[in-house]
């Protein structure tokens, strides 16, 4: 008897567990289980395109040049182009891949729709950048999230809605020099936190005490800025 009643209190277990990790509109995200990722940032020219305060402007007319991946294992360390050399004023275009344990791409799980991608946010940690707002001369550092699209085709509507699985970043000239430590992450959210989330918060060293939640992604490598061309 005892026996079965052990069996019967497993199986109803089994089943609870799985009514909670099957989601009913089958776009939730594959939270664990990303084997690995890649960063690729393309490096953009434009006469209009420009650092401006928190954001940058002339993005859209841009050109994009050449491409650099960095690599990622499942623990979320770069494998590959770990060390980036980055001219300081030159704008990235930075987007993220992921694969889950079956080599099938997630990232755009991410942002299938508005009620999935309001639990997500990119933050780009560490390094301890000057802000670009914080500059004397529009010289400093802009990670600026910026999607257009979720993936059900409505329109991503503001900088409070954008996660940051395609973001633009600067280092900035008065960034140059040292070699920075960063943190890719991404991070899951408590509800109602997300629509919080300023410009300015992408590299707030208490992000995880200010913004609750659980990172998905923590993609670990190094910046070195360069002397770029002045203007």
Same mark, same amino acid.
């Given at each position: 008897?005892?026996?079965?009643?052990?069996?019967?209190?497993?199986?109803?277990?089994?089943?609870?567990?799985?009514?909670?990790?099957?989601? +009913?509109?089958?776009?939730?995200?594959? +939270?664990? $289980?990303?084997?690995?990722?890649?960063?690729?940032?393309?490096?953009?020219?434009?006469?209009?395109?420009?650092?401006? $305060?928190?954001?940058?402007? $002339?993005?859209?007319?841009?050109?994009?040049?050449?491409?650099?991946?960095?690599?990622? /294992?499942?623990? $979320?360390?770069?494998?590959?182009?770990?060390?980036?050399?980055?001219?300081?004023?030159?704008?990235?275009?930075?987007?993220?891949?992921?694969?889950?344990?079956?080599?099938?791409?997630?990232? %755009?799980?991410?942002?299938?729709?508005?009620?999935?991608?309001?639990?997500? +946010?990119?933050?780009?940690?560490? *390094?301890?950048?000057?802000? %670009?707002?914080?500059?004397?001369?529009?010289?400093?550092?802009?990670?600026?999230?910026?999607?257009?699209?979720?993936?059900?085709?409505?329109? #991503?509507?503001? +900088?409070?809605?954008?996660?940051?699985?395609?973001?633009?970043?600067?280092?900035?000239? /008065? %960034?140059? *020099?040292?070699?920075?430590? #960063?943190?890719? #992450?991404?991070?899951?959210?408590?509800?109602?936190?997300?629509?919080?989330?300023?410009?300015? /918060?992408?590299?707030?060293?208490?992000?995880?005490?200010?913004?609750?939640?659980?990172? #998905?992604?923590?993609?670990?490598?190094?910046?070195?800025?360069?002397?770029?061309?002045?203007?």
């Amino acid at each position: 008897m005892r026996k079965n009643r052990f069996a019967a209190f497993v199986l109803v277990g089994f089943t609870v567990f799985s009514l909670t990790s099957c989601n +009913k509109d089958g776009d939730e995200p594959i +939270k664990e $289980g990303i084997m690995r990722a890649e960063l690729i940032l393309t490096e953009l020219s434009g006469e209009a395109t420009e650092a401006h $305060g928190d954001h940058f402007h $002339g993005l859209d007319g841009a050109t994009e040049g050449e491409s650099i991946i960095v690599k990622f /294992d499942e623990k $979320g360390t770069a494998t590959s182009n770990g060390h980036l050399h980055l001219e300081a004023d030159a704008i990235y275009k930075i987007q993220l891949k992921a694969w889950d344990h079956t080599d099938k791409e997630v990232q %755009n799980d991410f942002i299938a729709s508005k009620a999935v991608a309001d639990t997500y +946010k990119a933050f780009l940690i560490g *390094g301890d950048f000057i802000l %670009n707002p914080d500059s004397d001369d529009e010289s400093g550092a802009i990670f600026q999230p910026r999607e257009q699209t979720y993936g059900d085709g409505t329109a #991503v509507d503001g +900088k409070f809605e954008t996660t940051g699985i395609l973001s633009y970043f600067t280092v900035g000239h /008065d %960034n140059e *020099g040292a070699t920075k430590k #960063v943190a890719y #992450v991404l991070r899951e959210l408590d509800p109602g936190v997300k629509a919080k989330i300023e410009r300015t /918060d992408w590299n707030r060293s208490d992000y995880a005490t200010q913004f609750p939640g659980e990172n #998905v992604l923590e993609l670990k490598f190094e910046i070195h800025a360069e002397e770029g061309h002045h203007h």
